[in-house]
Every structure is written in C-alpha cells, then in structure tokens.
C-alpha cells in the first residue's frame, strides 16, 4: 500500500512525478475537479493547523472527493480508544486518512493497523508534504534544485528533516545552518549520505550562518519553538538568537535569492519583519502551493492504491 509518511518510502522519479502532478494541477485545476469523485478523506488533527487542514480539506473537495474533519478534542487518540481500533474502524468509511499528530509513532502505528493509505500531515519527526510544497516552489520560482544553493537557518525539527530526505534523494545542494545541540536527527543525516551515493545530492553543517548564506539562491527559516516546544522557550530563544534572517544576512545571498517560510512565523525573531515583506519572499506563495501538492499526494496515493 502507498502510505504518503515520510519521503524517504519514494523514489526521485516519483518525487518528481509528485511536483510535476501538482504543478500541471495549479496550472490547469479544472482538469483534475473529479478525479477523485466518491472517494472520502478523513482528517485527524491532534495539532491546530491553518495550511495544512485548508489544503488537504478543500484539496479534496476540489478533486470531488468527501472530506470530513475531526478536531483534537473528537478521537483522542489512544485516549478514548486504541490507535489501531481508529485506523480499523475507520478503514471501513473512508478511503484515506491524513493525521497531524505530537508522536511520529503514532502515524507508525496507525498506518500498521490502517487498510486505506495513511497521510503524514505532520508529526514531532516530519513533515513531508511542507516539504513536497517547498521543493515546489523553488523549481517554479528557481529551476532545478541541483543548480542552486540552498540554505536552512534554524532548528534541525520536522520540517528540517523532510528537507534533508527531499534534498538527498533528489541530488539537490543543502547547507544547513543550525546550533550544535539542534542539529537534525542523526538516522536522517546518515540515510541522506547514502541516498547521495546515488543522487549526487551535498549537504553541509555550518555553525555561522554569514559563512553559510554567502552565494545563496535560497534561504530557508522556520520557527525557533514549535508547537510541543513551549517549555523550551527561554533556552531555545538563547540558542537561536544568532540565527534570523535580516536585512544584513539577505545581503549577503545572491540579489535574487528568494526567502522561505513555512509559516507561523514569529516576525522578530527567526525572521524579520523587513524581509518576510521583502521582494525576495515567496512565503506565501510557498503557503498558497500547498494545497496543489496536497492535491497531488490524494491523487497520486489514492489512484495508486486503486491499482
């Protein structure tokens, strides 16, 4: 079964095939309006959400699909029942379930007791479909990733960690910019050195982010506390201080660099008010372009399944 819940489960050519999908369906919407017609999709949010929930929901409406929604307060997962009694009684409704949960395991261990495919729409450990969404946008707004220089300031978190998949496996060039005790998680570092055997893909960690942003087509930033971080945040707001994007940083990427953000953004501290508003930010482009990738993984996991 084809579960969307990391990017490492996928080839490049079916990553590809996934930013070609979603690009040809913001292009030309209509053509796709019921592709997915009596299919049904459930969403199962543990986390508030704005993109994520707006993109998947109205996604799958606008493949024609049913989309019900259930709020953090609705299943309580492995609360009010088993995980692997929700993903079986669920599997008899619907025809694919996106989760957005605090514990990657959770994800895991839906998806093992799950006969419909599973969508991560984010845990404490990945984010996969941001990062389909930014991968994305750097190809419509930049060209090929593996002509470009790419660098992410900030914590090495979920979001991180799906980059680095997408970047390794695609053979793009990543500079990671991160304090020592947030690099990302080493399994993931390790995996991405051996998928570059294969792509060609390069990836640094550099301590100074002036060092790391010299010759940038593209910066990168995320918050500095995310959600489930909260009791971190003296310590984390420490630790992050040297590592905004501002004006003086943006300067010393190329003039045409463009600035990224998955958004929340805490304007003050990983980004500027100034730069988020700047020529050089694509934000909400970014944000716009994940409803067409959500579009793409629904059309591409469930006709997939449907084999």
């Not at 019900?68 to 299943?75: G, K």
């Given at each position: 079964m084809n579960h969307f819940i990391s990017l490492k489960y996928f080839s490049a050519s079916q990553i590809q095939d996934l930013i070609d999908l979603a690009i040809r369906?913001?292009?030309?919407?209509?053509?796709?309006?019921?592709?997915l017609a009596a299919k049904s999709v459930g969403l199962i949010f543990e986390k508030s959400s704005l993109?994520?929930?707006t993109a998947f929901y109205l996604g799958a409406l606008q493949l024609g699909a049913y989309a019900?929604?259930?709020?953090?307060?609705?299943?309580k997962l492995?609360?009010?029942e088993s995980i692997s009694d929700v993903a079986r009684t669920l599997s008899g409704y619907?025809?694919?379930?996106?989760?957005?949960?605090?514990?990657?395991?959770?994800?895991?261990?839906?998806?093992?007791?799950?006969?419909?495919?599973?969508?991560?729409?984010?845990s404490d450990f990945l984010h996969p479909s941001q990062a389909l969404a930014d991968v994305m946008t750097i190809k419509e707004l930049k060209g090929?990733?593996?002509?470009?220089?790419?660098?992410y300031i900030g914590d090495g978190n979920n979001?991180?960690?799906?980059?680095?998949?997408?970047?390794s496996l695609l053979g793009g060039k990543l500079t990671l910019a991160i304090p020592p005790d947030y690099l990302p998680s080493v399994e993931i570092l390790n995996e991405a050195k051996d998928y570059a055997k294969i792509s060609g893909s390069t990836m640094e960690i550099v301590p100074s982010v002036e060092e790391a942003v010299v010759g940038a087509d593209v910066l990168y930033t995320d918050v500095w506390i995310s959600m489930g971080n909260e009791d971190q945040q003296t310590e984390r707001k420490k630790a992050f201080k040297n590592y905004q994007i501002n004006g003086k940083i943006l300067q010393l990427a190329k003039q045409d660099a463009i600035v990224m953000h998955c958004l929340p953004a805490h304007r003050g501290e990983e980004i500027t008010d100034s730069v988020i508003e700047s020529e050089n930010s694509v934000v909400f482009t970014q944000a716009q372009n994940r409803l067409h990738t959500a579009k793409a993984i629904l059309s591409y996991i469930l006709k997939?399944?449907?084999k």
């Open positions: 369906i913001k292009v030309a919407p209509l053509d796709s309006k019921s592709s993109r994520t929930k019900v929604y259930y709020s953090p307060d609705e299943i492995g609360q009010r619907l025809d694919a379930v996106v989760l957005r949960t605090y514990s990657h395991s959770s994800i895991l261990e839906f998806a093992h007791a799950s006969s419909v495919p599973v969508i991560n729409g984010l090929d990733i593996k002509k470009l220089k790419v660098v979001v991180c960690n799906s980059l680095i998949y997408a970047f997939e399944w449907a």
